[in-house]
DNA sequence: CTCCGTGGGTTGGAAAATCCAACTAACCCG
DNA sequence: CGGGTTAGTTGGATTTTCCAACCCACGGAG
C-alpha cells in the first residue's frame, strides 16, 4: 500500500502505510471500544471476513494490536490494542470530530464522547508548549531531510 | 470505498469514506503545504497521474479542495484546500506525530513543525471544555443511534 | 516555421486487491 | 446424532491500481 516510489520521506506516509489500508483504522475503532471478537468485528465494521483477517495479520505484526486467547478449548482469540495502537486514538477522534462537523449535523451524530470532567468531548489539537490551540497560519514546517520542496507561507 | 454493507452509522467510516482512500491524505498534506499544482503532487506523492486525477476531482467533488486557474492560456490548474479541507490538518499532525513516535527516532523524523509560541510544535488532543490532555481511560461513548454495542470500559 | 520542453492530464492493458458465498475446523448443547 | 457458535480459509468473479505511452496547448530557441 506504500507509495511506491515515493519520493518523499514522511511520518504521515509511514503511518498511512500500516493503517491506511481500508478497514484498518475501522478496527481500531471497534478494538479501542472493546469490541475485542472476529464475529464482532465483522459485523460491526461490514468487512469481508478474508480481508478482515489479513487486515488483523497485519496490525498484530506491526505491533498495533495483540492477539489473545480468552478461551482454550475451544480455542477462541481476542484483539486488543497495544500502547502504539491506543495511541492512534486522537487520529480517531479528530477525524471522527471533522466527520461530525462537516459530513452530518448536530442533530446526525451516531455517537457523542464524554469526558471525565463532565462535559461531551470536543477534541481540540493544541501545542503541547504553549497550550494553544493550534491553527494553520501559526504553524511553520523545517524539513530535516532531503526531498522536501515547501513552498507556502508554511516554508521554513 | 465505504464498507458497502456497513451496519454502524459513524463519522470516522464516513469521514474515511471521502479521504481514506489511498494518497487522498497526502495529497492534502502537500496542498496544506503549498504544494498545488498536479506535476508536484505527482513528484512529491509518487503517486500514478491518473489515480491522482481521479483523487484530485474526489476532493474538488466534497468540497475538500478548489480547482483554480492560476494561468489563462496555457490553462494551467492548482489545488487549494478549502476550510473544509484546512480542518483536516489536525488529522494528519496526531498522524504525523504518531509516525514519529512509532515508525522513526527522535533523530530521524524528516520534517518538524514549528509553533508561533516560538518552541517545536508538539500536538496534543485535548478537551475543549476543560482544557486536560485527552486520555483513553478519561472518555466514555455514548451511542446516539441504534446499531452501536460498546463492550469495553468506555461503555456508555 | 519547426523542434523541444513543460504542465496537465487521458487511455489501454497487465497486475494486484477486493468481494462474496461457501466451506472447514473445533467445540458445546440437547 | 443434529444444530449452533466462533474463527477463520478457499476459489473465483469483480474492481482498483499501476504503468507506460499518448495527447493537447502553449512558450521559447533556432
Redesign the pocket.
Known amino acids: ?1 506504500a ?3 515515493d519520493p518523499r520521506p514522511c511520518s504521515i506516509a509511514d503511518a498511512l502505510a500500516l493503517v491506511g ?3 484498518s483504522l475501522l478496527v481500531l475503532r471497534e478494538v479501542c471500544l472493546g469490541n475485542a ?4 468485528l465483522v459485523r460491526n465494521i461490514g ?8 487486515r ?2 497485519r496490525l498484530v505484526d506491526a505491533g498495533i494490536l495483540t ?1 489473545r486467547a ?1 478461551s482454550e ?7 486488543l490494542p497495544t500502547q502504539a495502537g491506543l495511541e492512534l486514538e486522537p487520529v480517531l477522534m479528530t477525524l471522527m470530530a471533522w466527520g461530525d462537523r462537516h459530513l452530518r449535523g448536530d442533530d446526525d451524530r451516531p455517537m457523542v464522547l464524554e469526558h471525565v470532567c463532565g462535559n461531551e468531548l470536543r477534541p481540540v489539537v493544541t501545542c503541547a508548549a504553549c497550550g494553544d490551540r493550534v491553527r494553520h497560519d501559526d504553524v511553520s514546517a523545517h524539513p530535516q531531510a532531503p526531498g522536501w520542496t515547501v513552498t507556502g507561507p508554511s516554508a521554513a
Chains 1, 2 share one sequence.
Not at 471478537?37 to 464482532?40: A, I, N, P, S, V
Not at 468487512?47 to 489479513?54: E, F, G, N, Q, S
Open positions: 500500500m507509495a511506491s516510489r489500508e481500508k478497514y471478537r472476529f464475529d464482532q468487512a469481508p471476513r478474508d480481508i478482515l483477517a489479513t488483523l495479520r492477539k480468552y478449548r475451544p480455542q477462541r482469540f481476542e484483539y
